[in-house]
């Protein structure tokens, strides 16, 4: 006779356990350690493995595409700032390039 209600189920793992809970996604009854609970739903340890190595997997997906992009900006930026320092650079007075504005500006202070 097969048992139904819960309180004559056995965990799957532990045949000597009494089963606590039925795991929603794969339908097998286990005892208190081997269930857990996630958003709200009990599950086992597989099926929350799952979940768990899905979501990882969409996740990463995700954070190398953010993390391309965001070196790409980094890059463009730091281009850009060194790119504007060069040209003010070139399109500074010669006597900048020479020293000669700090000796000057040494002597007006004294």
């Known amino acids: ?19 606590v809970a039925r795991c929603p ?4 009854s286990f005892c208190r350690e081997c269930i857990a609970e996630h958003e709200d739903r009990v599950l086992c340890a597989d099926c929350l493995a799952k979940i768990l190595r899905a979501t990882k ?4 997906i995700l954070a190398k595409i953010f993390g391309v992009i965001f ?13 504007s320092l060069g ?12 020293g000669t504005i700090w000796e000057n500006l040494r002597a007006e202070d004294e």
Do not use: N
């Open 25 to 28: 996604a794969c339908k097998c």
């Open 1 to 19: 006779m097969i048992a139904t209600s819960i309180a004559e189920q056995r965990c799957l793992r532990h045949p000597m356990r009494e089963a």
């Open 71 to 83: 070196g790409l900006i980094g890059i463009a930026t730091a281009w850009f700032f060194f790119y």
């Open 87 to 98: 040209e003010g650079l070139a399109r500074a007075p010669v006597s900048f390039h020479d």
């Open 57 to 60: 997997q969409r996740s990463s």
